[in-house]
């Protein structure tokens, strides 16, 4: 059993930067893979990036080149650094761990965090 919490959101102008974090409670937390998704407004939740527990990363293409995913195994904690933010960015973000990058939409989740990009 794993407990996730997000914190980092909030409200950025175009072409700034966030850093999302989230911190992991519960057992073996270096053996999930993790991710994060989000969902904007009367869309689907959709894959952003994930690092696998052996450190393989995965990013979706309208990310890549601007977001950062990491993790702290010592502090049971992911981050994802967002830069270069466009308004299309604007989301609410999740945390996700699971067995394997593959899986992760059946793992568990965190409550989310709001992203506003706007001027």
């Known amino acids: 059993q794993v407990q996730l919490v997000e914190s980092g959101g909030g409200l950025v102008q175009p072409g700034g930067s966030l850093r999302l974090s989230c911190a992991a409670s519960g057992s073996m937390f270096s053996n999930y893979a993790t991710g994060w998704y989000r969902q904007a407004p009367g869309k689907q939740r959709v894959l952003v990036a994930a690092?696998?527990?052996?450190?393989?990363?995965y990013y979706a293409d309208f990310v890549k080149g601007r977001f950062t995913i990491s993790r702290d195994n010592a502090k049971n904690t992911l981050y994802l650094q967002m830069n270069s933010l466009k308004p299309e960015d604007t989301a609410v973000y999740y945390c996700n761990a699971g067995s394997n990058i593959a899986t992760l939409v059946h793992g568990y989740w965190g409550q989310g965090t709001q992203v506003t990009v706007s001027s």
């Open positions: 690092i696998a527990s052996g450190g393989t990363t």
